[in-house]
T-cell receptor, first 112, second 117 residues
Framework: RKEVEQDPGPFNVPEGATVAFNCTYS??????FFWYRQDCRKEPKLLMSVYSSGNEDGRFTAQLNRASQYISLLIRDSKLSDSATYLC?????????????FGGGTRVLVKP | GAVVSQHPSWVICKSGTSVKIECRSL??????MFWYRQFPKQSLMLMAT?????????EQGVEKDKFLINHASLTLSTLTVTSAHPEDSSFYIC?????????????FGEGSRLTVL
């Protein structure tokens, strides 16, 4: 089992619709979680951190479910500019050297 | 956010030559630098972690003699792909972190696309 797994997609989303996808992680001792966005042929950029209580940033909502070991990202009112690959990043426990592990990414395509 | 500058953005070289990629943290001290490789339609794969002034720690399967990493200062790390071959063609990305003020966020360079002919 991979340490961090994501559905690669693509998720084809009509403009204005809502899309949500998950990321599962295998190490229950993982400390912190992030969603990064990567556009084609560009470097990843931090979209948002994921907090235990869940957090929202505009149209984006992130949730953490420690019991089931997954995080989720929900995008409301999708815009064409939301088309990108969304990378889940998990920070391992200090005992593992705080290693950051990337998921394979979920590709989202927002269409008019 | 913090800025990491990576050069060159694109490089094409002949098989057997060596290529050096530089990564500079412009407005913070990168005590730790990570080097990643990304093949088309795949995720970032960590190649190595380097701490300033120390030898890099390589991930399993990454040849340390082929991918030379130098992190001699808090603002500069380099990756040299020695005797490059076509299978080394990839997108290489660095990211820096200041472990003293770590928030969890990684600051990435713009990436270097290497094509080996």
């Amino acid at each position: 089992r991979k340490e961090v797994e994501q559905d690669p997609g693509p998720f084809n989303v009509p403009e204005g619709a809502t899309v949500a996808f998950n990321c599962t992680y295998s190490n229950s001792a993982s400390q912190s979680f992030f969603w990064y966005r990567q556009d084609c042929r560009k470097e990843p950029k931090l979209l948002m951190s994921v907090y235990s209580s869940g957090n929202e940033d505009g149209r984006f909502t992130a949730q953490l479910n420690r019991a089931s070991q997954y995080i989720s990202l929900l995008i409301r009112d999708s815009k064409l500019s939301d088309s990108a690959t969304y990378l889940c990043v998990v920070n391992g426990p200090p005992a593992a050297g705080n290693k950051l592990t990337f998921g394979g990414g979920t590709r989202v395509l927002v269409k008019p | 956010g913090a800025v990491v500058s990576q050069h060159p953005s694109w490089v094409i070289c002949k098989s057997g030559t060596s290529v050096k990629i530089e990564c500079r943290s412009l407005d913070f001290q990168a005590t730790t630098m990570f080097w990643y490789r990304q093949f088309p339609k795949q995720s970032l794969m960590l190649m190595a972690t380097s701490n300033e002034g120390s030898k890099a720690t390589y991930e399993q399967g990454v040849e340390k003699d082929k991918f030379l990493i130098n992190h001699a200062s808090l603002t500069l790390s380099t990756l040299t792909v020695t005797s490059a071959h076509p299978e080394d063609s990839s997108f290489y990305i660095c990211s820096g972190m200041n472990t003293l003020s770590y928030t969890g966020e990684l600051f990435f360079g713009e990436g270097s696309r290497l094509t080996v002919l």
